[in-house]
């Protein structure tokens, strides 16, 4: 198994960490592992040295983004696996009815009905933010027990999110062609 990036910083697993911790790790590592306070070491420590830094920023880039930090860890749980990404149907059903406004879009432009989808998009959106809030906050302080529930949670708001993204690139292009 791949390093565990929390490990590597001495963090506890988190969908919100302390920003500032995270990169303040990430700096005194940087500097730790540099490749230039290396140039006289073993060849071997050289390169070990350089997959350390590899890692480091590797691990920074991916706690540090809210969307990759989540798929890291719900990846690192096994619940991202292909064929498996199953939604609740009134969900679909809803992501159903815009995509079937978008392709309308496509053959009669409508400014109007672009803003009404883009609306309702952001309010699902904000719904789903809202929602998942408290379980992400509360994570972190779950019995070990209880997560693997929080995290199911979580990876159908990861799931609904994603579809919802798709949904706002498809209204981006209809605002270019306006």
């Given at each position: 198994?791949?390093?565990?990036?929390?490990?590597?910083?001495?963090?506890?697993?988190?969908?919100?960490?302390?920003?500032?911790?995270?990169?303040?790790?990430?700096?005194?590592?940087?500097?730790?592992?540099?490749?230039?306070?290396?140039?006289?070491?073993?060849?071997?420590?050289?390169?070990?040295?350089?997959?350390?830094?590899t890692l480091n920023t590797n691990a920074y880039r991916t706690l540090a983004a809210p969307d990759q930090r989540m798929a890291y860890?719900?990846?690192?749980?096994?619940?991202?696996?292909?064929?498996?990404?199953?939604?609740?149907?009134?969900?679909?059903?809803?992501?159903?009815?815009?995509?079937?406004?978008?392709?309308?879009?496509?053959?009669?432009?409508?400014?109007?009905?672009?803003?009404?989808?883009?609306?309702?998009?952001?309010?699902?959106?904000?719904?789903?933010?809202?929602?998942?809030e408290p379980v992400l906050a509360g994570y972190e302080g779950l019995p070990v027990d209880v997560r693997p529930q929080a995290l199911?949670?979580?990876?159908?708001?990861?799931?609904?999110?994603?579809?919802?993204?798709?949904?706002?690139?498809?209204?981006?292009?209809?605002?270019?062609?306006?």
């Amino acid at each position: 198994m791949s390093t565990d990036y929390f490990e590597f910083y001495g963090l506890p697993e988190t969908f919100q960490p302390d920003a500032a911790a995270l990169k303040s790790k990430y700096y005194a590592l940087s500097r730790e592992y540099h490749p230039d306070f290396h140039a006289t070491a073993s060849p071997e420590r050289q390169q070990e040295i350089l997959q350390l830094a590899t890692l480091n920023t590797n691990a920074y880039r991916t706690l540090a983004a809210p969307d990759q930090r989540m798929a890291y860890i719900l990846n690192r749980h096994g619940l991202l696996e292909e064929g498996k990404q199953e939604l609740p149907p009134d969900f679909l059903m809803e992501v159903m009815e815009l995509n079937e406004q978008l392709m309308e879009l496509e053959f009669e432009p409508d400014p109007a009905a672009v803003q009404r989808v883009e609306h309702e998009t952001q309010e699902l959106s904000a719904t789903l933010d809202a929602g998942i809030e408290p379980v992400l906050a509360g994570y972190e302080g779950l019995p070990v027990d209880v997560r693997p529930q929080a995290l199911q949670q979580i990876r159908t708001y990861y799931l609904k999110k994603r579809y919802l993204l798709r949904i706002h690139e498809s209204l981006a292009k209809f605002a270019t062609r306006s």
